[in-house]
């Protein structure tokens, strides 16, 4: 859904965001099916499943979403909801998969909540600043750490930070100490945008000695979460919140992390969403490294070594931009843009560009059948592709971008 939104339904998703925990299973699910509006109403009359009454008992009666958006507007922070144009439905596909799966298990019986986040999507965002929300994920690194950062890493981190700002590349973290902080100043410091990520309310920038760096993010990036105004940055917020850093990421480099970590959270996170994890290398005597260590030694779906900023421009940006340029093999000059412009996209808009026709335009349904994936996620690629200038829509249906069509020749 697109254009304006109604009262009704930013009430209803404000309502949602105050009564339910982030990566509610039963919440989500009852809004997928009955719609914000309704589901509000089923929560608030208490007339919802026992599951979903039990996840809401405690504020269905006292919740004012009216008072949160009032107190939002006084400190310029803006509700997104998914019925919204701004929403970033791109790059949380992945997390609306992963939660209709867990949605069904829950439903066959598998109640037991996972204490590392489970993989849901959010029910509404909280957001200030003006960066582009809907664009997260196609151009985008999450950079996460310990908050006991030894100079080793703050410097690497900073110098990862500046270097991908510098390249167009936006940078993701979630505001703590150590490393989080020094990846958005080192984004800040090279004139980029940086989205911080935040387990509680944006009124209350926590930890509060960082709070000017949520300010300045804000400026010129975002600062997002998924709880109203006034909540507090709880343990398990912090956990669900790492999913989101995942998931608004085209990938995530872990720059140090002890074994039990937030920071390994977020790369369990990042495999769920089939989302690639780095890992920078560090002392072998550093336990602040261990648990990157552990990651570029897993058997199964092991971390990427990353060095420096062209390693990780090499994984989530554009084909070659990680190689020194005496090294780079000849342009083709017929499709050499083209392709450049294709690999910043994630893996499905890409496949959808393949099955765009160049004189004919389709539907998304015909597009859906040339390129092998559902309508669904036609449509959710659809915005990405406009965006990047590669599509052109008409009344008809959508076709290759005029400019990348081949020009009839002249006899």
């Not at 965001?17 to 208490?46: Q, Y």
Request: glycine share 10%; with cysteine.
């Amino acid at each position: 859904m697109g254009g304006v939104v109604s009262d009704d339904i930013l009430l209803a998703r404000a309502y949602l965001s105050r009564v339910a925990e982030p990566a509610c299973i039963p919440v989500w699910d009852c809004v997928r099916c009955l719609g914000p509006v309704a589901a509000a109403r089923l929560i608030r009359d208490g007339a919802g499943s026992p599951e979903v009454s039990a996840a809401t008992a405690a504020r269905r009666e006292h919740a004012d979403p009216q008072a949160d958006l009032d107190v939002a507007q006084r400190h310029g922070i803006r509700l997104v909801v998914p019925e919204s144009d701004e929403w970033p439905h791109f790059a949380l596909a992945a997390l609306e998969r992963t939660g209709r799966a867990r949605a069904r298990t829950f439903q066959a019986g598998e109640r037991k909540v996972s204490d590392s986040g489970e993989p849901m999507p959010p029910l509404a965002l909280w957001v200030k600043g003006p960066g582009e929300l809907a664009a997260l994920g196609v151009r985008s690194v999450g950079i996460v750490g310990s908050r006991a950062a030894t100079a080793y890493g703050e410097h690497v981190t900073a110098d990862l930070g500046y270097g991908l700002a510098g390249r167009g590349v936006v940078v993701v973290s979630g505001g703590a100490y150590g490393i989080d902080a020094a990846a958005h100043r080192g984004a800040l410091a090279a004139g980029g945008q940086t989205v911080v990520v935040s387990a509680g309310g944006l009124d209350r920038p926590y930890p509060t000695g960082n709070a000017a760096l949520f300010t300045r993010a804000a400026e010129s990036g975002l600062v997002i979460s998924e709880s109203p105004p006034g909540a507090a940055p709880q343990r398990h917020r912090f956990l669900t919140r790492n999913r989101l850093i995942a998931a608004l990421s085209t990938g995530t480099v872990v720059v140090e992390a002890a074994r039990r970590s937030g920071a390994a959270n977020t790369a369990h996170h990042c495999l769920t969403l089939g989302r690639p994890v780095m890992a920078v290398p560090g002392p072998v005597t550093s336990p602040m490294s261990a648990g990157c260590h552990d990651l570029l030694r897993r058997e199964n779906d092991p971390a990427l070594l990353v060095t420096c900023v062209d390693d990780v421009v090499a994984v989530v940006g554009a084909m070659g931009d990680g190689i020194a340029a005496d090294q780079r093999p000849p342009a083709d000059p017929i499709a050499g843009d083209v392709r450049a412009e294709l690999d910043v996209l994630d893996p499905v808009a890409r496949r959808v560009f393949e099955g765009l026709p160049v004189r004919r335009p389709a539907r998304p349904d015909e597009i859906a059948q040339r390129c092998g994936v559902t309508p669904l996620e036609v449509i959710r690629s659809l915005p990405v592709l406009d965006l990047a200038g590669l599509l052109e829509a008409s009344d008809a249906g959508y076709r290759i971008a005029a400019r990348l069509r081949p020009r009839r020749r002249r006899v």
